[in-house]
């Protein structure tokens, strides 16, 4: 007979007695929750949500037959036949104990008024406590998101278990001793001066009041809650906004499969963009005579001075009209950007409106700026873009090799799942120029010299074959092209490539070995691996390794990119690329053409369009001479901005679609105003593959209108018999043509918010490890792609000496046209910096809050500095976010030859003290770190 294993033990039910009664339990789970289940209700402080219970506030003491002393509930779990009273006069009688005590203990303020305590005590009739109070520890107000009010704080240790256990920030300790503990912020620092990053996992956590929303935001009467994702990143975190009186008073993460109640700051404070002054509410008219210019700075107070305002059929039948013109003289003239932060509908129905209205499959959105490269090579060798495991699958995994990522500042959410998988004994590789967070979680941390990554990850592939580690029966069983890399691979060893690469070679020979010999090994990456002209090649190397060792298919194996935006994963698989229709069928292929054709009703395009740089270099030429952008902001998200920005001013016609008057939009010859995510349904596809419904839980302001209803209203002006009112018809006009998702419904997104594809039938759970027996190509192999030394097209020299990394940072997302405009976020980071080493910065003879000039051969800015260790010498780290000192005013234009991606990772820059304050005209001069580097 074969032995349970230790999850199907957990899952076996035990029968015991709850209050006389016969109950079914699990010896998995505590005794309350079992209660819980039956209806009964015990008071419970310390116990709730997915923390671990510890059972220190006893007031879910329970009595157990034949045990001498009450066993608190939250944390003691059944056995066979145990008999166990909840409401025994001796358990309710410590039970109010408890509770009468710490109401003694707690200041009758508005926030502890109708906290649990006191909702509790009123449940067990518990009256005015008969003990004095002690004096109570004083509020910090610090913080711009949270309030501290320890005179609330029962000591249950709750918020101490949400930072170190759940997020693992590792910032709220517990200090002092007897009636004097009390939590603190690291050395007991005002939490606005700690190393808090305002996750608000201890607020939603806290049962009393003592953490919550600062300015009493957690004291409004609510008049509605609704379920919905997070707008921000690919993580894909669902969550509850609590809304009073059309406005968002604050948000709580909700128990989805990508986040289990957890929020990072944006997904928790970054909500109130939405009722942000700046919003546009009517449609905009640019006024005859205004010009424009790549010179310009946007106003959005002052728009008065550039358009005027247009009711939505003079807007709509003025944006058709331009439109159309330009398509009936040149339809290969046009062209369409879409949003990855809109919903997978309007996705679909934006790249059907370009591919059917305008004619062409001119039509693409930031996902050519994000992972274009991991796409292509992902397509190429195993025949699917998408992630084969979930983030979750840390937990199941052995050795985790995250590359090119800071999900710590990028996907937080997925960082605590991976911060929990190493205190679980998962081993952790951090490879990374940058030195993050999770670094200090790593067994090996691979600081390797930027551009150099094909160097390092050659060598592992050398050493694996060199050292006889390859999984030969599976490269035997289920790939291709093995030789090829063998062969390649012989160049690459790692005492060869430690000059290269900056690692030492038995280092790297160490991570190959782990990575190899695990039973689970899983490998995520970010775009530190994507955004270079040999980001295609970079991402060969990983699908190679995974390969070669038989690492995918498998619980706790496999590849996951992770995915940037909400919805770029959703955008993507939609059809909003210019050279596949929806679920990756290329058009230029019969079978696919064809298939549309006809599922369409029209004829369709078989050339392949532009990209977005490739539009922009088409707009220069005066080949693309009319554009629709919806949610895009290329005048920010671009390479080179001073070249896209000119671009876009030499337009004929440009159409913009937003909710902001963004730099994109300052260019437009007509504005139409937007919906905020959270003022519309639709569904979103997340870095796991989770299909999610988001739900509409605001009323738009003015006239603004659906993004559905606009490109539906603008499709008819150019000739198309659309008739769509919700997104439901859009879905299941989507269900028919992608199998991906052909078995989700409309309805069961109602039900559950989230289905992970491939769903092929009506009812299947969805397949969360995809490639278990075979892989989505044309012989159901995936294949080696050998990968060479490419250097970056730009190098560092005696002018231009250091290197230039950009990204995003925590509080900040992509081109900050929404968070820059949400207060909290906007409070704790206000102003453009420049984050260099202590000893670069010390070289030039600055200190951190100085005003520096970073400058490349096609722009200049000037920013803040600041000490960061993390950064490697000679190299400068810059958040793309800042509209006053943009970064892609400096990054190079030149391309991925595969993918087509900028090189946004790498340029040359000088560095100088001084500058005029950003934002600002002209920038200073000074010792130029040219001497140091030259």
Same mark, same amino acid.
């Given at each position: ?598 599922? %369409? ?75 905020? %995510? ?67 419904? %409309? ?188």
């Amino acid at each position: 007979m074969e032995r349970a294993t230790t999850e199907q033990l957990a899952m076996m039910p035990i029968e015991f007695k709850l209050n006389g009664k016969t109950v079914i339990g699990r010896p998995d789970e505590p005794i309350i929750t079992t209660a819980q289940k039956h209806g009964v209700e015990i008071p419970h402080l310390c116990h709730g949500g997915n923390q671990r219970s510890d059972g220190n506030c006893r007031s879910c003491v329970v009595e157990i037959k034949g045990e001498r002393v009450l066993a608190p509930s939250c944390c003691r779990y059944p056995t066979a036949g145990m008999e166990v009273t909840t409401d025994s006069a001796r358990a309710l009688a410590s039970q109010k104990m408890v509770l009468e005590l710490l109401l003694s203990d707690m200041t009758e303020v508005s926030y502890t008024r109708d906290n649990k305590v006191a909702y509790w005590a009123q449940k067990l009739d518990v009256g005015q406590p008969r003990f004095n109070r002690r004096e109570q520890p004083k509020g910090d107000l610090s913080h711009p998101a949270i309030a501290v009010n320890l005179d609330a704080c029962i000591q249950c240790t709750r918020c101490v278990r949400a930072c170190r256990e759940v997020q693992v920030n590792d910032v709220i300790g517990y200090a002092y001793r007897g009636d004097r503990s009390v939590p603190v912020f690291d050395f007991d620092d005002p939490m606005g001066k700690s190393t808090c990053v305002a996750c608000g996992e201890c607020v939603q956590a806290c049962p009393t009041g003592a953490l919550m929303p600062a300015r009493d935001v957690g004291m409004q009467a609510i008049d509605k809650k609704v379920d919905s994702v997070c707008p921000f990143c690919g993580v894909g975190c669902l969550l509850t906004y609590h809304v009073k009186e059309n406005v968002i008073q604050f948000v709580t993460g909700k128990d989805g499969p990508a986040n289990r109640n957890r929020l990072c700051v944006k997904g928790r404070y970054g909500f109130d963009y939405a009722h942000h002054p700046h919003r546009l509410t009517k449609p905009l008219i640019r006024k005859e005579g205004v010009g424009k210019s790549a010179d310009f700075v946007v106003d959005p107070g002052n728009w008065s001075a550039v358009f005027r305002e247009a009711s939505w059929d003079e807007a709509l039948a003025r944006a058709a009209d331009g439109l159309s013109k330009i398509r009936d003289e040149d339809r290969y003239a046009l062209a369409g950007f879409g949003s990855a932060k809109g919903s997978n509908e309007e996705a679909y129905l934006f790249q059907k409106l370009v591919r059917t209205g305008f004619g062409t499959n001119n039509v693409d959105h930031c996902t050519r700026l994000c992972h274009a490269s991991s796409v292509a090579a992902l397509l190429e060798g195993v025949g699917s873009g998408a992630v084969s495991n979930q983030v979750n699958d840390v937990l199941k995994a052995e050795v985790v090799f995250l590359i090119g990522a800071n999900p710590t500042s990028n996907h937080p959410v997925a960082a605590t799942f991976m911060k929990n998988a190493t205190k679980a004994g998962v081993k952790l590789v951090v490879a990374d120029p940058r030195r993050g967070d999770l670094a200090r979680h790593a067994t090996y941390y691979l600081q390797f010299k930027p551009d150099t990554d094909v160097a390092l990850l050659n060598a592992m592939i050398h050493t694996i074959i060199d050292e006889n580690l390859v999984n030969e029966e599976f490269v035997k069983e289920r790939t291709t092209d093995f030789d090829a890399l063998k062969e390649n691979a012989k160049d690459f060893s790692p005492e060869a490539m430690a000059p290269v690469c900056g690692i030492p070679a038995e280092t790297i020979r160490e991570v190959a070995r782990l990575f190899a010999r695990s039973r689970g090994s899983m490998i995520l990456w970010g775009m530190g691996v994507s955004q270079h002209v040999h980001g295609t090649d970079n991402a060969r190397c990983l699908i190679a390794l995974c390969l070669m060792t038989g690492q995918i298919g498998r619980p706790g194996t496999g590849l996951h990119p992770l995915r940037g935006q909400n919805n770029v994963q959703g955008a993507s698989d939609s059809g909003l690329i210019p050279m596949m229709y929806p679920d990756y069928q290329r058009v230029n292929t019969d079978e696919a053409n064809q298939r549309f054709e006809k599922f %369409w009703g029209t004829k369709l395009d078989k050339k392949p369009g532009l990209t977005v740089v490739e539009i922009m270099h088409a707009a220069t030429e005066g080949k693309i001479r009319g554009m629709y952008i919806m949610g895009e902001n290329p005048a920010m998200s671009d390479p080179d901005l001073e070249h896209a920005r000119a671009a876009m001013a030499k337009l004929e016609h440009l159409v913009v679609q937003d909710i902001f008057l963004t730099e994109t939009a300052y260019l437009a010859d007509v504005v139409l105003p937007a919906t905020a %995510w959270p003022e519309k349904d639709g569904t979103v596809t997340n870095t796991d593959r989770m299909v999610q419904l988001g739900r509409r839980a605001l009323k738009a302001p003015g006239e603004a209108r659906e993004d559905l209803w606009t490109i539906v209203e603008l499709a008819k002006r150019l000739g198309l018999p659309w008739r769509y009112s919700h997104p439901r018809e859009v879905f299941e006009e989507m269900r028919g043509c992608m199998d991906s998702i052909k078995g989700i419904t %409309w309805e069961r997104l109602e039900r559950d918010s989230s289905v992970t594809y491939p769903c092929e039938n009506e009812g299947d759970p969805g397949e969360p490890v995809v490639f278990q027996t075979h892989f989505p190509t044309a012989t159901g192999r995936a294949r080696f792609v050998p990968a060479d030394l490419i250097p970056a097209a730009e190098r560092p020299d005696a002018e231009y000496p250091m290197v230039l990394i950009t990204g995003r940072q925590l509080e900040h997302w992509h081109t900050g046209a929404i968070t820059r405009r949400s207060g909290v976020l906007d409070a704790i980071e206000p102003e453009p910096v420049v984050s260099l080493h202590p000893l670069d910065l010390e070289a030039m003879g600055a200190k951190p809050g100085d005003i520096v000039t970073v400058e490349s051969r096609r722009g200049r800015i000037s920013l803040f500095a600041r000490m960061d260790e993390g950064t490697p010498r000679g190299a400068v780290f810059i958040p793309f976010c800042y509209y006053e000192a943009a970064a892609n005013l400096l990054t190079n234009p030149v391309l991925d030859p595969f993918g087509k991606i900028p090189e946004f990772k790498y340029c040359a820059v000088r560095v100088t003290r001084g500058g005029a304050r950003p934002g600002d005209p002209g920038y200073g001069k000074g010792r130029a770190l040219a001497e140091l580097y030259g």
